[in-house]
Nanobody, 125 residues
């Protein structure tokens, strides 16, 4: 089992920045790919970004390319999502998720096994 805990959410004005963290604990000896997803009220959970265990492959949703950066520090069992130039439409609960790394991190939430509890990001105009 792997437990994931997100942190770093908050309220910022448009154009601001936040850095989310996803701390893993438990059975972290395996190689896990990690994805970030978000869900706004009344909307489906959507893919934001994903990264392989090595960090060598990253994927981003078109809506966040050039603004968000996903990275990881395996020594700290932590994955980060640096968010810049935030927009009101980025407002959502942001979740991290993990699964065994098979080479390419999936973009579908259904393919992830472990989930955190989420952290709220609110961007005001």
């Amino acid at each position: 089992q792997v437990q994931l805990v997100e942190s770093g959410g908050g309220s910022v004005q448009a154009g601001g920045s936040l850095r989310l963290s996803c701390q893993a604990s438990g059975r972290t000896s395996s190689n896990y790919a990690v994805g970030w997803f978000r869900q706004a009220p009344g909307k489906e959970r959507e893919f934001v970004a994903a990264i392989t265990w090595s960090g060598g492959i990253t994927y981003y949703a078109d809506s966040v390319k050039g603004r968000f950066t996903i990275s990881r520090d395996n020594g700290k069992s932590t994955v980060y999502l640096q968010m810049k130039s935030l927009k009101p439409e980025d407002t959502a609960v942001h979740y991290c998720a993990a699964r065994i790394d098979w080479g390419r991190p999936p973009r579908s939430p259904g393919e992830y096994v472990y989930w955190g509890q989420g952290t709220q990001v609110t961007v005001s105009s």
